[in-house]
């Protein structure tokens, strides 16, 4: 069977995938495989820096760069592959992107020196840009219209398994002796997820969209989205006036404007502006960057704190925030519902309410804080306010376009969550009084973290602010169904 062409059973089907089925559970198993895949090396890595710099003689740059190439590049592309699953099958591009992910993995697990470990982590957040939203734009296109936010938010508590469990695997894979098989590993599920999403998983596309690409928008869009994230994440070590920050937030800067001036008049953009005329998608996009900003700097400093200022062990400090992925996994499908039925302003308003409390807790721990009394109630809180914000906020991302356009949708907002985390990471501590001083220091960093949370807290505000403004009371109503032209895929919305 060719890689991309559904199989007959799809070629037969005209129906939705609806959510509780068969067919809805190999949808999902593709969607949510592929898209650990991506999640996990985002973050698992960390736990090898050490072995690796051992192993390969890296220096601290090296070891850097081990962590942002992939970063880099991931932020910087993602926009393109949504867009071009839209125009080419985002089931296609999908499974060209797991495949690449395979590949640039076993090249890490194999690289002999440290360079050419940070060229294949670039490769893999290629791979990851191609994966990343053609997952969501998949369970969008694919699912029944009723079954979405539910699919969503199964998705989105189903990925959360790979969170929780990446540091335990992580762990157990280098005990077995090398910082190699975090890699390797990669390697049979990507061929699982390759087998299950060829057999099973349903093609769609925007029939409108046009054949030839838009070159200088992706030239111009990845210039500016990675010369913002590099130069950000420069800023902590060398400085706001070092050429190697200045330089590229410049360049990132002016490859913004030339994106925008290159969609504007573009007759097939990358990102067609007139999406953002649609209030609901603009608005859900502006509320992703203000709670994935907050989100960002949490997960970074809290458990910097935990370790460096209450003293806690790495691994009990990383452990700490397992209960929000607990309470994502039990209660994301469970918030989409919610957002389906009551529609998405309430659950938007109020889930970044809840986490901005629980910030407030957050931001009193300090020397010997206690787990149970001071840390797991502001832990838990936060769980709850993300696992009744984050479907109802992804459904609304994605749903607020037609299903033509749900490639570029997942596109856009996997983008902005993406760049408002690395520039939290990099501008928080800045923002919160620390300057280019050390985050290993408590006395330094004790009233930077207790800052940095109230900061955090007051973007959550502003996102709740934001989605009571702009997001509809009510989802908005499918449009009328027509089979275009893939007789293999599901129905899929005809253009507002």
């Known amino acids: 069977m060719t890689i991309g062409r559904p199989g007959p059973a799809y070629r037969r ?12 559970r190999r949808v999902l198993l593709a969607t949510v495989l592929g898209s650990s895949l991506a999640f996990v090396d985002a973050t698992v890595v960390n736990l090898a820096l050490p072995e690796l710099g051992r192993d390969l003689d890296a220096s601290a740059a090296g070891l850097q760069w081990t962590v942002n190439g992939y970063a880099l590049s991931l932020a910087a592309l993602v926009l393109v592959g949504g867009s071009l699953g839209d125009r080419f099958g985002r089931k296609r591009i999908f499974l060209a992107g797991v495949a690449w992910f395979a590949l640039s993995s076993l090249l890490c697990g194999l690289a002999p020196d440290v360079g050419l470990l940070v060229a294949a ?35 989105s508590g189903l990925g959360g398994i790979g969170g929780a469990l990446g540091p335990f ?12 098989y975090l890699f390797l590993i990669n390697v049979p599920v990507a061929v699982l997820v ?29 210039t500016g989205l990675g010369g913002l994230t590099y130069g950000f ?43 953002f005329r649609n209030r609901a998608f603009a608005g859900a996009n502006l509320v992703t960057f203000l709670v994935y900003a907050a989100n960002g700097g949490v997960f970074f400093l809290v458990v910097v704190n935990l370790q460096v ?18 309470l994502m996994l039990l209660l994301s499908a469970r918030g989409g519902a919610l957002g389906e039925r009551i529609g998405p302003r309430l659950p938007m308003t109020a889930g970044p309410l809840l986490c901005a409390a629980a910030l407030l807790l957050m931001s009193t721990i300090g020397v010997h804080a206690d787990y149970l009394t001071r840390v797991l109630p502001a832990v838990v809180l936060f769980g709850l306010g993300l696992a009744l914000l984050v479907a109802p906020l992804t459904a609304t991302a994605l749903g607020a376009l037609d299903d033509a356009h749900a490639g570029i949708a997942s596109g856009v907002n996997n983008a902005v969550a993406r760049a408002a985390g690395l520039l939290a990471v990099a501008v928080l501590p800045l923002a919160a009084g620390l300057g280019a001083g050390s985050l290993t220091e408590p006395a330094l960093l004790a009233p930077v973290y207790r800052d940095a949370m109230l900061i955090c807290a007051g973007l959550m505000v ?21 089979s275009f032209c893939d007789p293999a895929s599901p129905p899929v919305r005809s253009r507002r």
Do not use: K, N
């Open 121 to 155: 982590r670039i490769l893999q957040g290629v791979g990851g840009a191609l994966l990343t939203p053609g997952a969501l734009a998949i369970l969008e296109a694919s699912f029944a219209p009723g079954d979405r936010a539910r699919a969503i938010g199964a998705w």
């Open 169 to 180: 695997l992580g762990g157990w894979l280098l005990e077995l002796g090398s910082w190699r």
């Open 194 to 222: 390759l087998w299950v999403a060829v057999r099973h998983v349903p093609e769609s596309r925007d029939p409108g969209a046009a054949r030839r690409f838009d070159v200088l928008g992706l030239v111009t869009g990845a």
């Open 233 to 275: 994440t420069a800023w902590p070590a060398h400085g706001a006036g070092h050429p190697a920050v200045l330089v590229p937030l410049a360049l990132g800067v002016l490859g913004m404007a030339a994106f925008a001036a290159a969609e504007l008049r573009s007759a097939h953009p990358l990102v067609p502006p007139e999406i």
């Open 309 to 326: 200022v209450a003293g806690y062990p790495a691994l009990a400090a990383g452990l700490a925030m397992l209960p929000v992925t607990v």
């Open 462 to 482: 502003a996102g709740a602010a934001a989605a009571f403004l702009t997001i509809p009371g009510r989802a908005p109503r499918p449009a009328a169904h027509h």
């Open 13 to 24: 089907r005209m129906e939705p995938v609806r959510y509780g089925t068969a067919a809805g």
